[in-house]
């Protein structure tokens, strides 16, 4: 496997863990492979169970009826399913063969519930964001 641990600290939301909190969290990453074609998420299914970072490959994001943007290795998608439940916001399908890192919701679920500073950490990094979102 990749080396989750240096891949989870590049992600926003993971940013201010500390070693042991990305090396507890690596482990329960599971490896997902997705041939040219495959729809990986799609816009306003509740299927929202998984967190993903894109290994290698490449996958274009539509919302709205659009193209929004593509993902390439480092990338990451549906952390707004992993924290809220939610409908999810957009499509990806995989352009090429795609390699990601798949973080379920549940797993996340039980880290956060055994250890409270990582959830506390994680509560303060979506608040920054809302706090820094510019008014509308």
Avoid at 42 to 51: C, Q
Avoid at 78 to 95: D, H, N, Q, S, W
Wanted: hydrophobic share 40%.
């Amino acid at each position: 496997m990749p080396n989750a641990e240096e891949a989870l600290g590049r992600v926003p939301l993971f940013s201010d863990l500390s070693a042991r909190q990305l090396r507890r969290l690596a482990a329960k990453l599971r490896e997902r492979q997705f041939s040219a074609g495959t729809t990986v998420t799609r816009e306003g299914e509740m299927s929202g169970v998984g967190f993903f970072i894109v290994v290698s490959g490449e996958a274009t994001v539509n919302g709205g009826g659009r193209e929004i943007g593509t993902l390439g290795p480092g990338d990451q998608f549906g952390e707004i399913a992993l924290i809220a439940e939610r409908e999810r916001t957009a499509t990806v399908t995989a352009k090429t063969p795609l390699n990601c890192l798949e973080l379920p919701v549940w797993e996340l679920r039980e880290l956060v519930q055994r250890d409270g500073e990582l959830g506390w950490k994680l509560l303060q990094h979506v608040v920054t964001l809302l706090l820094d979102r510019p008014s509308p």
